[in-house]
Each structure stands twice: as C-alpha cells, then as structure tokens.
C-alpha cells in the first residue's frame, strides 16, 4: 500500500488525481497525513514548509516549466500531464524510498524503515517487525519531536479519527509496540507523560 498525500489549490484537478490515482496505482490510498508519497502543485515558495514537514518524503512537484528531473525525494514533472507518468513516477518514488537512507528516520540508535515496517536497534543490530499502525505512530511522534502527543492526536491523526478507536486501542497498540522493541535493549522508545507520548531522542535522560 502507498499512501499518496496531494496538496493543491485547484480543487478540481486535486480531486481529479486522487480518483485516477486510487483506480490506476494499486494499493494506493489517498490521505491527508503521514503520507509515503506527496504530489504537489502549487508555488514552488510554499513547497519549502511542505519540505519542512515531511522531510523524508518524496516529493512530486508538477510545474509549468523545466525539464522531468529529480532525486530520489524532489521529482519535477512538466505540465499538462501525462498520467501514466505520473503513475510510474509514484510508483518508483514509492519503491525507491524502500531501503534507502533518505527513506529511513533515525532517532536515539533507531532506525526505522517505513515501507519495510522495519524498525533497527542500531546498537544491537536487531530488527523488529511492525505492523501499519505501528509504523503510523512512530512517523506521527517523530514529526511532532520533541512534542507530546496526546491520544486525541493519534486518534485523528493515525486512525483518521475511526469513532471504533478508543483511547484503550491506543495505548494497546503503544504498549505492544515499546514491548516488541525494548524488550532486549533496556532503552526508551517512547516515553509516556501525563496520557501524552512522544519519542525518546538523544537530548532526553
């Protein structure tokens, strides 16, 4: 599954690419937060906060003039579309991103590969499985760094605010998370303060 994040002021074309994008690219789904993949279209100014926000991103950036280049993170492609390019741009940025260190977070000796649902105790060489909603958790926290997160937070922000979530599923899924990776290592992954989390980073004790 990719999940594709597409952020545009014409709403026509960004409600016209999300229906071709979910029919033509399998197992994409189109989301407002925590996305693999971005595709944008707008100033170029406006892109760097975009950039700020999802730092290891890759991002699909449709302009007006220039050439189709890019990197492994920033894809330029020239308008009008052609949309199988398009689909096969996302779909390669997608698997690029899996594996590579852009495409990886690292914190406090971890290191998470979001594509893979890997995540590595750098220190021991460990890796550990995880599911969606575990990958989803720890993206969110590390994007809030070195904030505290509530549950309402991850409510809406992990399960797109799914009324079938209660505050039990949250700290359900975190407990199994910091048992499935700090069993062995005696280090924080998360740490948890007044109903909040947030992720352990080098700065905390």
């Known amino acids: ?12 074309l960004k409600d016209d ?35 700020a926000d999802y730092a290891s991103v890759p991002i699909i950036y449709l302009v007006d003039d ?7 993170l920033n894809i330029c492609l020239k308008k ?14 997608n698997n690029k991103l899996d594996g590579s260190e852009a495409g990886c977070l690292t914190f406090n000796d971890y290191r998470l590969y979001p594509n893979k649902r890997e995540i590595i105790d750098l220190i021991s060489g460990n890796v550990f499985k995880l ?3 575990e990958v989803g958790i720890i993206k969110y926290l590390y994007r809030k760094a070195p904030e505290f997160v509530s549950k309402n937070d991850l409510q809406i922000n992990v399960w797109q605010y799914n009324e079938d979530v209660t505050t039990h599923t949250i700290e359900t899924h975190i407990y199994r998370l910091r048992q499935k990776v700090e069993q ?8 948890t303060d007044k109903g909040g989390y947030k992720l352990k980073t080098d700065k905390d004790a």
């Open 1 to 12: 599954m990719v999940k594709i994040s597409i952020i545009s002021d014409n709403n026509e």
């Open 17 to 51: 690419l999300a229906n071709q994008l979910s029919r033509f690219v399998s197992g994409a789904e189109i989301v407002t937060d925590s996305p693999d993949v971005i595709v944008y279209d707008g100033k170029m100014l406006s892109a760097q906060s975009v950039r």
């Open 66 to 72: 220039g050439d189709d280049i890019g990197d492994e």
């Open 80 to 93: 009008p579309l052609r949309l199988m390019r398009l689909f096969d741009v996302v779909r390669s940025a």
């Open 131 to 133: 599911t969606e909603k």
């Open 184 to 191: 062995d290592n005696g280090r924080r992954l998360i740490i």
